[in-house]
C-alpha cells in the first residue's frame, strides 16, 4: 500500500493502485485553489546540493505555491530569473 496525500487541500489516500491514476483523478478534482500539490516524501529537497554556480544574479519573489485545506496560503522564495527555490 501507497499513502499519496495533497499539500493544497489536505487530501490523503492509501491504495494499492497505481499512484499516478489515483494521483491523476485527484488531480482533475482537486477543489485547492491553483491546483493540487503533491506531495512526495521519497524525494529529496529541491535545493541544489552544490553552491550556485551559474551566473544569475536571481531576482527574487515570493511565490504562491499551495491554499491549504484551512485557506493558509503557501509561500516559496524562488528567483524569476533562472526559477530556482532559495528558501
Ligand atoms: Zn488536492
Ligand atoms: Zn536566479
Known sequence: MIKI???ACGWVA???EPVNDVWREHEAGCPAVGGA???LPD???IR???PE???CRHRLVR???AVMGNGVKKYAVMCELCGRFVG
Open 14 to 16: 492509501v491504495t494499492g
Open 53 to 55: 554556480v551559474n551566473p
Open 63 to 65: 511565490r504562491q505555491i
Open 43 to 45: 524525494l529529496p529537497p
Open 5 to 7: 496525500s495533497c499539500e
Open 37 to 39: 500539490v503533491r506531495h
Open 48 to 50: 541544489p546540493r552544490l
